[in-house]
C-alpha cells in the first residue's frame, strides 16, 4: 500500500513539474508589455499649457507623468519622474484676477520674494532651503498680460547640490517667458 502511495505521489508531483514547464513555455511565447506614454495635456487642467519636450527644452529636466486639479477658478498641474517624486514642477494658474501690478507687488507677492523684471505686469521669484523628504525649491510667480496669476514651482530632490539652485532660477524664468502670453 505505500508503494502504490509513493508511486502516485511521484505521479502527481511529475504531472505537477510538467504543468509548470508547460506555463513557464506559454508565458516566454508572450510579448512584454509596453506602457503607453502619454503627454502631459492628457491629464486636464493646467496640464494643457505644457508637454515634456517644451519643459525638458526649457529646463533640461526629463518628466514622464502628469496629474492635474482645479478648484474654483484655479487649475494645476504636477509633472513627475516615474523613478521617484522629487524633482517635480508644478503650474498654477488663477484664470482671471481684478489684481495689477502694484497690487500683485504689495499683496501677491511673497514677502521674501526677489521682484523680477520682464515678465508679464510683475512677477517674483522665491528660494526656499530643503524640508521634509525635498531639496531646494524655486518658485516663480507673475501676472500675465491677459490678467491671470501664474506660478512655476520647482522642487528639487534631496540630494540636490546648491549649486543646482542659480541655474534652475534662470531656467525656470525663461520657462515663465515662453508660457507668457498675451492670450494668457
Known sequence: MRSRAAAVALLLLAVAGCDQKDRSSADAALP???AADQPAASAGGACILWDYPF??????????????GQVDDTSTCVVQTVAADYPDL?????????????????DLKPAKATAIKGLGKAGYRLNTAAAGAHGPV????????AKQL??????????????DVPAMNTKLLELAKAMDTTAG
Open 32 to 34: 512584454p508589455v509596453d
Open 55 to 68: 519643459i525638458a527644452a526649457k529646463i533640461g529636466v526629463k518628466f514622464e507623468v502628469a496629474a492635474s
Open 90 to 106: 508644478t503650474l498654477s494658474v488663477v484664470e482671471s484676477t481684478q489684481a495689477d501690478a502694484k497690487l500683485f507687488d504689495s
Open 138 to 145: 524655486v518658485e516663480i510667480g507673475w501676472l500675465s498680460e
Open 150 to 163: 501664474q506660478t512655476l514651482r520647482f522642487t528639487f530632490a534631496k540630494t540636490a547640490a546648491a549649486a
